[in-house]
């Protein structure tokens, strides 16, 4: 039993009945209180265990706790076609058109043989661009402390522990993708990872912006006839 928090030392409050009290409260809470199968006492969770079992470790216990949650939250992942579109552009060659390949996951797209890839009935379901995986040790964002740097002018991507030295930074967000409804995402952000990539940021602009003339005026041309 405990005393209820007051001056001049309250009436004892029943510890059992002040957990039942919360399991009815509007708002569901997890109590941290069970009563011991051995015992019949309330204890808290962590300390019910036998000698037998011996204590739950750190590990243990912190799983237990998400799955009384119901586990972790689950962002919902963005699907190409629905949330965003891809890119008409392989992120090699920087050219339109062609056996173009479009990643799932982000506006990448790809010829298949920029992207080293002979057949592609060889392909699952899905595909995943360069752009998801470092292109030195092959990690994912999860298994690369939850971040991966992504080249916005090619599709190397990397971690941070093999992030080139002379790799500059773009931001959160590539412009070219949020153009396509890509905005930034956790897992990512975006660098110029060579001088040579820093070299093509002008040349891919006015390469971007020719075609975007070109497909003005072939949209006029049509209006007109």
Not at 49 to 65: N, P
Not at 83 to 89: A, K, L, P, T
Not at 111 to 125: K, N, P, R, W
Not at 166 to 195: H, I, K, P
Request: charged content about 30%.
């Amino acid at each position: 039993e405990m005393e209820a928090d007051g001056g001049g030392g309250g009436a004892p409050v029943d510890l059992e009945s002040a957990v039942e009290a919360l399991g009815r409260s509007q708002r569901e809470r997890t109590s941290r209180f069970i009563k011991s199968e051995e015992t019949g006492d309330l204890v808290l969770k962590i300390n019910n265990y036998t000698l037998e079992e011996g204590e739950k470790s750190v590990f243990d216990a912190e799983l237990g706790g998400r799955a009384d949650r119901g586990g972790e939250r689950k962002v919902q992942r963005r699907v190409a076609g629905r949330d965003f579109e891809n890119s008409s552009i392989c992120q090699h060659c920087f050219l339109p058109g062609g056996d173009l390949i479009m990643c799932d996951h982000c506006p990448v797209s790809m010829h298949l043989a920029c992207a080293g890839i002979g057949d592609v009935s060889t392909l699952g379901q899905t595909w995943s661009c360069p752009h998801h995986k470092c292109h030195l040790c092959q990690r994912k964002a999860h298994a690369a402390g939850g971040l991966l740097f992504r080249c916005s002018e090619c599709p190397k991507a990397f971690c941070e522990d093999h992030l080139p030295l002379d790799a500059e930074m773009v931001g959160a967000e590539n412009e070219r993708f949020v153009r396509l409804g890509y905005g930034a995402v956790r897992q990512a952000a975006f660098v110029l990872c060579s001088e040579g990539c820093r070299g093509l940021v002008l040349e891919h602009e006015a390469a971007e912006t020719r075609r975007s003339l070109e497909e003005e005026g072939g949209e006029e041309g049509e209006e007109e006839e």
